[in-house]
């Protein structure tokens, strides 16, 4: 392949310009794509999510690549986004025996090997539910619901669970109606519940799991419960309801969305009917977006879930946490970027430890490693604008927003493990509003007098 491509489609890639990769090795007749351009092609498939096309391709070269362990591992990332976790911890093993010891490697060979004994407990529990179902038909009557279970004290009345969650008690006829458009017949458990307080925001709030979440390593939380009816943001078919949640956030069609979760709609809770029917018994579940919709299992029906549910002071880490992170800043290693950075400096002396002490500073008055809107969150900004731009002068606020992740927000050790790009993009346009950031011809920089600024809190931290 020509160097000059070479190097631009390294930048491509640098600057997460995954189609402009496609379309230009697209341009390449088919018969003069060599390995190396298949293989190029198919990462950038896989960095635009389309893991199937991604898989075309790597199968064009499979015979070339049995024994590159870059191919197995590509193979294996494209295999895990599809789900197929088996398949894809036995493209990361292969990749590991090729070339041991890469780090990312071994990881995602973890991730597949954890994900795949999950989805293979999901399965066997899936069909022996299915089969209690099958016998079950038909014999006899059922208990009543909650009959071990007093809920004089379930509910926390406040102003705003009746404004967002609770409606007047249901009538058969809303039931059947809400049932109808949903398209599954609501647990008689739950139905019961509603008839007592139709949607609102318990007393517990948290319900343990087994594995960790995007919410914590051993539960889950709720914000509410939606209740039977439309008018209410927060009820089944309400504006925010379960059809809202799937048609418009991507949620699995595979039952109704019970509970909203804290995260603002990044996971909820739901009634599973996959293996008992659209007019079956189902489990609950909790889908996680952030982690591409990943099914943990919570409980085998409505009432035990309800049962189930435990106060969040439970779960109160936040001493824990905060040493957690105070460690971390103050040992966790760099970087590969912002270590690079820290090297180029001269103007400041012991420029990491006066990082450090910075990120020390935040921990103590937040309890947490993260940045927002305040004055010590902006100076870690600056701080990180000043290092990158000092090094790449050239830097669009297209590149500067796509490389700043790199640094501490998905550091490694010394990271937050996420950011919002809302809070960066504030900082930056108010700094540019207060002139403090200029452009020129498409490159951002501090002017000299606040670059001053910055150097000076640097050395004074």
Known sequence: MDQTLIEQLNQWHEEDEHQRIVDSLLA?????????????MARAYNNLGLYEEALNQFEKISEAGQHDPLWHYRVGFALYHLKRYEDAAQAFSTSDKLEAGDQHTE?????????????????????????????????GAEEVPFSNMSLVDFWDDSEYA?????????????????????????????????????????????????????????????????????????????????????EEWGYPDIG???????????????????????????????????????????AENFEAFISGLVSEEEF????????????????????????????QVTEVENIEQKIRSICTQIVEEKGHFSFHADELSYLMYDVQFWLYTKSYPDSSRERYLAIYEKMIAFGGEFGQCGYAPGWITEW????????RIVEEDGRLRFTDQFAVEVVKQLREA
């Open 428 to 435: 930056l346009d108010r700094r540019m509003h207060e002139v």
């Open 256 to 298: 109704v969305v019970i509970c909203d979760c804290p995260s603002a709609g990044h996971d909820v809770v739901m009634l599973d009917y996959r293996a008992c029917g659209r007019d079956g018994e189902p489990e609950v579940i909790h889908i996680d977006q952030e982690d591409d919709y990943e099914i943990t299992f919570l």
């Open 107 to 139: 990881l995602w060979l973890k991730w597949s090997l954890q994900k795949a004994e999950k989805q293979q407990r999901q399965e066997r529990r899936m069909a022996t539910r299915r089969e209690a179902a099958m016998e079950s038909r038909g014999s």
């Open 316 to 343: 109160d880490t936040s001493e824990e946490d905060k040493e957690a992170d105070l460690y971390k800043v103050a040992q966790g290693e760099f970087s590969p970027l912002l270590g690079e950075l820290c090297g």
């Open 28 to 40: 390449i007749p088919e018969e003069e794509r060599e390995y190396e351009v298949v293989s190029r």
């Open 162 to 246: 009746r404004n967002s969650y609770l409606s007047e008690p249901p009538t058969d006829e809303l039931i059947t109606s809400i049932e109808e458009e949903l398209g599954y017949k609501l647990p008689s458990s739950y139905i019961l519940l509603m008839k007592q307080q139709n949607g609102g925001i318990p007393r517990n709030t948290c319900f343990l799991t087994e594995e960790p979440t995007s919410w914590a390593e051993d539960h889950i939380a709720i914000t509410g419960i939606l209740g039977i009816g439309r008018e209410k943001r927060y009820s089944l078919c309400g504006d925010l309801g379960s059809r809202f949640m799937i």
